[in-house]
């Protein structure tokens, strides 16, 4: 909605900045997210860069903790920058910053189930809305106009008809998970929103299409009715998204079969006693869908002309995957020294599906993973070998003795530079390398806006600027703008889309609850 309002001509001087809080943020993070977004103007006073007026959108605003004298020392910040337009100059003890042209949005879920409330004193400086779930026909109508969209020329009648059912199959799927699926003290991670639905969406936009990040304009070469021939292949294709969507998150054999049970039964509900009713025997057994089964583009000497498309599609038997997989592993083991430790997996059909898993997901723009699993399940080696499989470079903490937020924020930032100018970046993040729970702080703080404050000073800023206007002007999809603002947008959002985190933790314990529970 800000967005929307922002592209408002009426406010075309007004630019957008997200921060996200947690209950590990801390008034310092909130000071340093608001030094990011401001610059000296006139003596005391600071406002946005660049000029005009700057909304700043606070999400999560009642997650910070609160103490034992039931204070929310985070939020006292934001009441004094809401209500004094001001802060103190840390910099410069006794002396303070006056803010001019900042407007103050925030968001919250409700304050039930356990969730902070926000201090009264605060709360007074805003007008409250209440946002509920749009309808039902609302969804119905976004989410069926992008299905017939892109399931219309070039396929056949079925497959069209078929494509405008898909919608109300999906939203009476997610509204029975819903219900049974219920947040408990082991399942607190059981949360389906609207967010669930897009992802759906979005692996079915995907299927069949060039998805190269390198090369992205390769996908008007697309040809994805060729995969999706007939309906049957169509509902596959969508039993088997809401299974990475849905599935994937449950932790227990007995919801896996529910759900495997309801699945069938709500494609059983919604063609029986249609034209199509032999679809249902048809899709019961599962399928999976990989990315990496092309080979490479050869020219007319056998060299390569270019790399291996990267297109999602129906994967063969396992058998057949895990040749494949043997090969990835192979080349990953000749691809040379350094940081690349060779690989020797035995590559059994779950570990085959992880890596599909896996891949999947970094794949997908802004595209991140949490594995969860005890130490020695193979979480990291398959992280490793399906990074390589992505055309990825892999990246790692290395700890040394002392190792804190100035050593963090250098291996983040490194891989964030490269991320942008280089190939895409896989992440990995283990229980070992959280040495500060405030590590957390801003991995999370990345996952939510794609920017850390405090990650780049002001001369490594102009470097970025420096380096993402060489980009730019390559990118075919951009239409380039020459002013620093336009150039950070686009290296932040360059970054989420190519920049991949995928932590690895361990479910033994309350550590890992408590975290959770915490962003």
């Known amino acids: 909605l800000i967005n929307l309002q922002a592209s408002d001509a009426r406010y075309q001087d007004t630019n957008y900045k997200k921060t996200n809080f947690s209950s590990m943020t801390t008034p310092q993070n909130f000071y340093n997210a608001l030094e990011e977004m401001t610059e000296k103007q006139l003596g005391t006073t600071y406002g946005p860069k660049g000029g005009g007026r700057l909304a700043v959108f606070i999400d999560d605003i009642n997650m910070p903790v609160i103490n034992e004298w039931k204070d929310q020392v985070t939020n006292e910040i934001v009441r004094q920058v809401i209500e004094s337009r001001e802060v103190y100059d840390l910099k410069r003890p006794g002396q303070r910053k006056e803010l001019k042209g900042l407007i103050y949005m925030a968001a919250m879920s409700h304050p039930t189930g356990g969730k902070n409330d926000i201090p009264n004193r605060l709360k007074r400086h805003f007008s409250i809305f209440n946002v509920p779930l749009p309808e039902e026909s609302s969804i119905q109508q976004i989410l069926g106009a992008i299905f017939e969209g892109r399931f219309s020329a070039n396929y056949s009648r079925d497959v069209q008809e078929v494509a405008g059912m898909i919608t109300r199959m999906t939203i009476d799927f997610w509204r029975s998970i819903q219900k049974r699926m219920l947040p408990t003290p082991d399942k607190f991670h059981y949360f389906f929103n609207l967010r ?54 449950l932790n227990s054999v007995a919801d896996k079969k529910w759900f495997d049970t309801n ?45 291996a498309p990267k297109v999602y599609e129906i994967a063969p038997p396992m058998e057949a995957i895990q040749q494949r997989l043997m090969q990835f592993m192979a080349a990953h083991n000749e691809s040379g020294p350094g940081r690349n430790r060779k690989l020797d997996l035995v590559l059994f059909d779950a570990a085959i599906k992880h890596v599909a898993r896996i891949t999947r997901a970094i794949s997908l723009p802004r595209g991140n993973l949490l594995l969860v699993g005890v130490g020695g399940s193979g979480k990291q080696s398959l992280t490793r070998l399906s990074a390589f499989v992505a055309n990825h470079n892999y990246a790692f903490l290395t700890l040394s003795k002392g190792f804190g937020i100035n050593q963090l924020f250098d291996a983040i930032r490194e891989q964030y530079l490269g991320s942008t100018t280089g190939r895409c970046v896989t992440m990995l993040f283990t229980d070992a390398d959280i040495k500060q729970e405030i590590f957390l702080e801003y991995i999370n703080s990345f996952l939510s ?44 959002n360059r970054a989420r889309e190519r920049f991949h985190f995928v932590p690895c933790f361990s479910p033994a314990g309350p550590k890992f609850r408590e975290r959770a529970r915490q962003f």
């Not at 639905?197 to 060729?226: C, F, H, I």
């Not at 998204?241 to 849905?246: D, K, L």
């Not at 032999?278 to 050869?298: H, Q, T």
Request: aromatic share 10%; with cysteine; proline share 6%.
């Open 196 to 249: 669930d639905l897009s992802n759906v969406t979005q692996g079915m936009m995907l299927a069949g299409l060039y998805a190269d990040p390198d090369n992205p304009a390769k996908r008007k070469e697309s040809k994805a009715w060729e995969l999706c021939k007939d309906p049957i292949t169509l509902v596959r294709m969508w039993k088997h998204e809401c299974t990475r969507v849905f599935s994937d998150k």
């Open 449 to 492: 806006n794609g920017e850390i404050p405090g990650l780049f000073q002001a001369d490594q800023r102009d470097a970025v600027l420096t380096e993402m206007r060489t980009v730019a002007k390559k990118d075919p999809l951009v239409k380039m703008e020459d002013t620093s603002d336009w150039l950070w947008k686009y290296f932040v």
């Open 263 to 307: 699945i069938q039964e709500t494609v059983v509900k919604f063609f029986s006693g249609t034209t199509y009713k032999d679809i249902p025997e048809a899709v019961k057994d599962p399928i999976y869908m990989v990315n990496f089964l092309r080979d490479p583009i050869l020219d007319e000497n056998g060299e390569q002309a270019e790399p």
